[in-house]
C-alpha cells in the first residue's frame, strides 16, 4: 500500500526544482520500490504560501518557475506571513531549501518551530535555522515526536553527515580537515590558472552552485556553517558557532598562489577540527601538499578527511558541478525519514 | 535498561580479537549510548566448538589467543561438528569471522544456515558463505524474520556497502571502479620501488592484513568476492561470481610498472562494473593515472569511485594497516543489527 505523504516545499529555487524535477522521473520507482508518493500540498518562496489539500503537480511547479513565475500569482495562494504556514494546512513532512539567511530574527526559523510543533518532520536543504538554533530544533522535534534530517545541507549528495552518524560508531577520538564549499574551491582554481576572482564568482552563480549571496561562501562562512553541523552531529560537542575561527579567501593573492605551487602545494579553503583540552575549530586559507587527499580535491570538487580511533583514516569527495546531487539527498533524507517515522506511525497520515 | 545480546563468535583470529579488545574498551560506552551488551555464549575455533551460558569473558578469549590455547582446551568445549552450534545454545546473534573459505561444501554455509533457520542475526566479516550462498541466506534470513549484515566484508572500516545501500537511493545508472584489496595494492607499490613479490606478501601476512592463504589476494579472487557483494547489495543484478572476468597480479612485470610510470601512470589492481546492455564485470591489472582518485591510492589503501545519474562522482578511501578497523565495522554491525531488529523484538530475548 503507497503511503500518502503531504508534503510542503520551502523555497523554490535550485535545490527544490531539482527536488521537482526527480520526483517527476522517478515517481514510478519511488512508489514500487519505497511505497511513498508525496503530495505537494505548500509551497512558498519570497512572494508568499500557496496550499492546495489535493496537492500542486510536480509540473506544475517546475512550470512555474521555468516561466519566471511566482506562488503569489497561483490558486491557492494566502495572503499571510509564511511562518503560519503549519496553521493554513496539514501536513507530514517540510522540506526547507529556501535561502541562507542568518539574520537572528528571520521568519525561516520561526517557520521551522511551528512546523515541528504541529509535528511536521523536517528535512533540511537551508543549514540557516539550524546554525542559528541547533539545540531548539533538536528538542522541539523531541517533545512532538517527530524528526529532523539534515545531509543536505553538508557537501551535497557527499553523505558526510550520514557516515559520521551512522558508520563511525563507538570512535573516541576524532580529527577531521575537509573542503567544504566548491564555490571558494572553484575559485581559488580559477586564480591559480591565472584568473580573476570576480569573474570566477559570477561563473559560479550562473551554473547555480554559489549561495545567492556569494559573501558567504568567500568569506568561509558557509563552510564554518557546514563544519558546525558537523560537530553538532557529535555527541560531546556543546560549542557555538563563534567557536570556529574564521577566515576567508578575500585576502588571497595570486602571490601566494605562485609561492604554493613552487613547493608544490595549493593554498585551499581548509575546515578543520580536533580536540586538545577542548575543541580547536578553524576555516582559513591553508597551503596543502599537492598529492594529498584534500590537495587533490579540484574545482567543483569537495572532501572530507577523518581520522579516528577505530577506523584509522577515512576520506570521501565528491564532484557535484550541479545542484542535483543536493536535491538527491534531499529525497534521501524524505525516503529515510519516512521509514524512520512510519514505524512509529507520527508520519504519514493519509 | 540494557538488553544482553547472547553472542556467538565464529573465528578466534585478528578480526574477532580485534573486536574482543574493542569490547573491552568500550564496553562501559556501548551500554550507555546503545543500551547492549554482549554476552559471549559460544566460541569456535578450527580445534571445534565451546559453550558457556553465562557468558565467556571478553579478557579470558583474548589471552587463550595470546597463550596460543585452543577452544577444545577450555571448559564448555562440546566434542560435536561446529556446524551443530546453533543447535548446542541458545543465541541471537553470530558473528562469522572465520578465514575465507571457497570450497563449495565447506560447513561453514552451513553453520550460517543452521543458525538463520533457529532465527539467529548474522555479521559476516567473512565473505564465504555470503559468496557461495548469496541468495539462499537472503531468502533464510527473511523466512525467519532475521537479518544478516556484512559492511565488515568490503574494504574494513570504508562503509562501501552502507554508502550505497542506504545513501545513494533511486540512482537508475551506475559504474564504479575500485580498489579493494590492500595486500595486492602493497604488493604494487613494493614492486614499484623494486621490491620482491614473495618478500612483499610474507610483510602484510606478518602485520595480519593478508589473507591466511595470500593466492586470494593476489589472484584478484578476494577483489572479485568483495565485487559480487556490492553488486549484490543493488537489487537488479542477479548475475554470478563466475560473471566477473578475473586476472590477478601474478603476471605483473617490473618492465610493465616501468612502462606505466614514464606515463605518469601506475599499475593498480582495479575491479570494475558499468551497464551496457548487460553488466560487465572485471577485476584486472590495469593502467591508470598517478593523478587519478585511484591513482593516489597508496599501500594500505583502498578506495572505491561511482558514478551515478543523480550523485555525479563520489569516491571514498581508508588507509587500513591494521585489522581494527574490520572489528569496528563488525561491531558497528552488530549494533545496527540490534537496532533494526529489536523493533521487530525478535533479538535481545535475555
Not at 193 to 215: C, F, H, L, V
Amino acid at each position: 500500500m503507497i503511503k500518502k505523504v503531504r508534503t510542503v516545499l520551502v523555497g523554490l529555487g535550485n535545490v527544490n526544482q531539482g527536488l521537482l524535477k526527480i520526483l517527476i522521473d522517478k515517481e514510478k520507482e519511488i512508489a514500487t520500490k519505497h511505497d511513498l508518493q508525496f503530495i505537494i500540498v505548500g509551497v512558498i518562496d519570497s512572494s508568499g504560501m500557496a496550499v492546495n489539500e489535493k496537492g500542486f503537480g510536480y509540473e506544475e511547479l517546475v512550470n512555474l518557475k521555468f516561466n519566471k513565475g511566482k506562488v503569489n500569482e497561483i490558486t491557492g495562494f494566502i495572503p499571510k506571513p509564511t511562518e503560519e504556514i503549519a496553521h493554513c494546512v496539514e501536513a507530514d513532512l517540510l522540506i526547507d531549501a529556501s535561502p541562507v539567511n542568518l539574520t537572528p530574527k528571520n521568519p525561516g526559523t520561526q517557520l521551522i518551530k511551528n512546523a515541528l510543533a504541529k509535528g511536521w518532520a523536517i528535512v533540511f536543504a537551508n543549514k540557516a535555522p539550524l546554525v542559528l538554533a541547533f539545540n531548539d530544533l533538536c528538542k522541539l522535534a523531541k517533545e512532538h515526536k517527530t524528526k529532523i534530517l539534515y545531509s543536505a545541507t553538508v557537501c551535497g549528495g557527499l553523505p558526510v553527515i550520514n557516515v559520521l552518524k551512522r558508520d563511525l560508531k563507538l570512535i573516541s577520538s576524532i580529527s577531521l580537515q575537509g573542503i567544504f564549499n566548491a564555490t571558494s574551491n572553484f575559485v581559488l582554481e580559477e586564480l591559480e590558472k591565472g584568473g580573476n576572482m570576480d569573474e570566477a564568482i559570477r561563473e559560479a552563480q550562473r551554473i547555480g552552485a554559489a549561495e545567492s549571496d556569494p559573501t558567504l561562501d568567500i568569506s568561509g562562512q558557509d563552510t564554518a556553517n557546514k563544519l558546525y553541523l558537523i560537530m553538532k552531529s557529535f555527541a560531546d560537542f556543546d560549542g557555538l558557532i563563534k567557536d570556529i575561527e574564521m577566515e576567508g579567501i578575500e585576502k588571497v593573492t595570486p602571490e601566494a598562489i605562485k609561492e604554493a605551487e613552487q613547493n608544490n602545494s595549493k593554498i585551499k579553503l581548509v575546515a578543520s577540527a580536533y580536540h586538545k583540552g577542548s575543541w580547536h575549530l578553524s576555516v582559513k586559507p591553508t597551503v596543502i601538499a599537492k598529492d594529498s587527499f584534500l590537495g587533490s580535491c579540484n574545482g567543483w570538487e569537495m572532501g572530507l578527511e577523518v581520522k579516528t580511533d577505530l577506523y584509522e583514516s577515512i576520506s570521501m569527495k565528491n564532484y557535484e558541478a550541479d545542484p542535483k546531487g543536493t536535491s538527491a539527498a534531499v529525497l534521501r533524507d524524505m525516503i529515510d525519514m519516512c521509514s524512520q517515522l512510519g514505524k512509529q506511525a507520527t508520519l504519514v497520515k493519509a
